[in-house]
């Protein structure tokens, strides 16, 4: 049986910065939450849905955080 077979590796790096005062934005608690928890399941989900079936998608999350900072 002959097979293509293949690997591609790579690092995601989302920044983000969001005024606390915009309208309808969720609680701090609820966007650390989604951001430590949540993002690498959806990424996975996001690209599997996106690539042929028998493809496999692993993500590794390496490190999630969120904080309030001061801006001047």
Not at 1 to 8: C, D, H
Not at 30 to 43: A, D, F, S
Not at 48 to 67: C, H, K, L, P, R
């Amino acid at each position: 049986m002959r097979q293509i077979k293949g690997r591609y590796v790579a690092q995601i790096e989302i920044n983000f910065a969001i005024d606390e005062s915009t309208e309808g934005l969720l609680p701090f608690g609820e966007i650390h939450k989604r951001t430590t928890e949540g993002l690498t399941p959806m990424l996975k989900e996001l690209i599997q849905n996106e690539i042929s079936e028998g493809t496999e998608v692993t993500i590794t999350q390496m490190f999630a955080d969120v904080w309030r900072a001061e801006v001047d």
